[in-house]
């Protein structure tokens, strides 16, 4: 199209981006975040740090990067959690002396903040439970999984 777009091809399209899935997703991510914020705001921990935690107890030390994909973060706000908690004193950044790369390893304090506010969000998880209903959180790994297999031309670049 060229020229300057008519008042109604601008309504149109504007109507048209209200439908926009990531839109959607996005808000319903904010909504759900701010849920399990708010049941974990007396911890001293957001919900993406008590993933981290719990995501580095179950997989071991591991490197920053493999982390990262496998939770799909982007790199800085994988970065700038990981140094929060190794500030808190919740994980350590090592070096392995093979030069294999650093490693994450969550201390024992780490574990205990883990393990603490675990009430708090097992309370989150059923209030979310609860206003999403069964059916759509079962379908939400394979949503994901779904998005995962769209072929991506920024895919391998974001991380």
């Known amino acids: ?5 008519s008042e109604a091809e601008a309504v149109r399209a504007a109507a048209e981006a209200t ?21 974990l705001r ?13 995501a580095t107890i179950l997989e ?13 973060l982007e790199k800085s706000t994988l970065s700038r959690n990981l140094r929060l908690l190794e500030e808190a004193g919740l994980v350590r950044i090592s070096s392995p ?6 490693r994450a390893i969550v201390t024992e304090r780490g574990r205990r903040a883990l393990v603490d506010a ?10 979310a439970v609860a206003a999403l209903g069964d059916v759509i959180v ?22």
């Open 1 to 5: 199209m060229t020229g300057k777009p």
């Open 19 to 39: 439908r926009c899935i990531a839109l959607r997703a996005r808000r319903l991510s904010r909504l759900v975040t701010r849920l399990f914020e708010e049941a």
């Open 42 to 54: 007396g911890h001293g921990i957001t919900v993406a740090q008590f993933t981290l935690l719990g």
């Open 60 to 72: 071991g030390p591991l490197q920053p990067a493999r982390l990262g994909r496998m939770l799909d």
């Open 97 to 102: 002396e093979d030069g294999t790369g650093k």
């Open 118 to 127: 675990l009430p708090a969000w097992r309370r989150a998880q059923v209030r």
């Open 138 to 159: 079962g379908r939400l790994d394979t949503l994901i999984a779904a998005m995962a297999d769209v072929p991506s031309a920024y895919r391998g670049h974001r991380r």
